[in-house]
């Protein structure tokens, strides 16, 4: 069974930069947190059934080696680079659709969201392009056959599930807690295959004119005493 794990490579956050106000894109880059994630559910469905294979996928410009090296050392057996733009999760999702056509992959494990956009519409997305079921917020693989036995947790329901195959998996971060990767793990990830392919059909009809960072709002500096609860309450208030 082919699992195939959606990651996105995105501007560090920690070390952002801005020239002039606008977003510097040459700020190093990073594995989206959430996908490491999606790469841990993965491995969880592979400790279960055996035969699986995992493979990453990318949409973008090409990897450098570090990031490369990275994504297989998380326990990827494979990583593809559909190689092509893909400035928004539309056109991304497109191109995934069809590699995943092409390798008939039976489980799509993604991110709930991307650290960049935060927009957490990839999956559905996704799932709908590909005719298969869909589970958000997924906290459990129970057992996966011929259909995948899951739970999904977010702030208002506990669900338990059954998808029948192909389906598109977006994963509750707070379940999946990605592992640093040890020694043995860094090693053996040189000796993965890696490969690029040329994405289709992720023209993308989104035009980035440009990314500003929030403007600034000086600081109102204003102290209030907690003592007389109702006048900082509505002197708070006014400040909403």
Request: hydrophobic letters at 40%; proline letters at 2%; a negative charge.
């Amino acid at each position: 069974m082919n699992i195939l794990v959606c990651t996105k490579i995105v501007l560090d956050e920690e070390e952002l930069k801005f020239s002039n106000g606008e977003l510097d894109q040459t700020s190093n880059l990073k594995i989206s947190n959430f996908d490491l994630s999606a790469i841990e559910c993965a491995l969880s469905i592979k400790e279960k059934n055996a035969d699986c294979k995992i493979i990453g996928v990318y949409v973008g410009e090409s990897l450098n080696s570090k990031l490369s090296k990275d994504l297989l050392s998380r326990g990827l057996d494979e990583l593809i680079n559909l190689k092509g733009v893909a400035v928004d999760s539309i056109s991304a999702a497109n191109a995934v659709c069809e590699y995943a056509k092409s390798i008939d992959a039976k489980i799509i494990i993604t991110g709930s969201n991307s650290s960049d956009l935060f927009q957490g519409i990839f999956a559905p997305f996704l799932a709908a392009k590909l005719d298969a079921a869909y589970a958000g917020n997924v906290s459990a693989i129970n057992a996966v056959s011929n259909i995948v036995d899951l739970n999904t947790s977010d702030s208002l329901n506990e669900s338990h599930l059954n998808l029948d195959l192909p389906a598109v998996l977006s994963i509750n971060p707070e379940y999946y807690e990605a592992k640093i990767p040890g020694m043995k793990a860094i090693l053996q990830a040189a000796k993965k295959p890696s490969s690029e392919i040329a994405a289709s059909n992720n023209v993308s009809k989104i035009t980035t004119l440009k990314i500003e960072a929030p403007k600034s709002k000086d600081r109102a500096k204003q102290i209030f005493e907690l003592k007389d609860f109702e006048n900082f309450k509505s002197e708070f208030e006014k400040l909403l």
